[in-house]
């Protein structure tokens, strides 16, 4: 009878010990999930931040074609630098980069960096003009567009 009793004793200890490392194990499991999405997480966010500074180098290139095209009337390779332009924005446009539009909206000092202001008939902090072309790169603007904004017209004169 004391060894039935016994026995029974140790198989309630094996139980309770197995069920503590079926515990353990399920919580180490659990860490292990949230360390691999956390990992890819951070992997996520390193390559957004690399995409995101080598698309703002490349910046200063588009800047160049704008400003190049125009000029290239009568060349015969007009043509050429315009699809070489066209394709460098839809490979840039693929990763979520998108030019920020702003001409007739309301000047907002996240998007636009106000350059000078105009006095005409136009609402005050209207954009009149774009000067330097902004950028956002999947919502996130990595460059404000430099804008020139209205100021209204007063009839009062100064001095």
């Known amino acids: 009878m004391e060894d039935i009793e016994q026995l029974k004793k140790e198989l309630e200890d094996k139980t309770r ?29 390193i390559t957004a931040m690399a995409n995101e500074r080598l698309i ?29 332009y066209k394709k460098l924005l839809k490979i840039l446009a693929g990763y979520g980069l998108e030019p920020i539009e702003c001409v007739g909206k309301k000047f907002d000092p996240n998007s636009h960096e106000a350059i000078c202001r105009e006095q005409c008939g136009e609402e005050t902090n209207t954009i ?5 072309k902004g950028y956002r790169l999947k919502s996130k603007v990595i460059r404000p567009s430099k804008v020139k904004i209205a100021e209204q017209v007063t009839g009062e004169k100064g001095d």
């Open 128 to 132: 009149l003009e774009d000067l330097g």
């Open 17 to 45: 010990q197995a069920e503590e490392r079926l515990d353990q194990l399920k919580y180490l499991q659990a860490d292990f999930d949230n360390f691999r999405k956390w990992n890819a997480k951070e992997k996520d966010a």
């Open 56 to 84: 703002h180098d490349l910046l200063v290139i588009l800047d160049d074609f704008e400003r190049a095209l125009p000029s290239l009337e009568q060349e015969k390779n007009k043509e050429g630098m315009q699809m070489v």
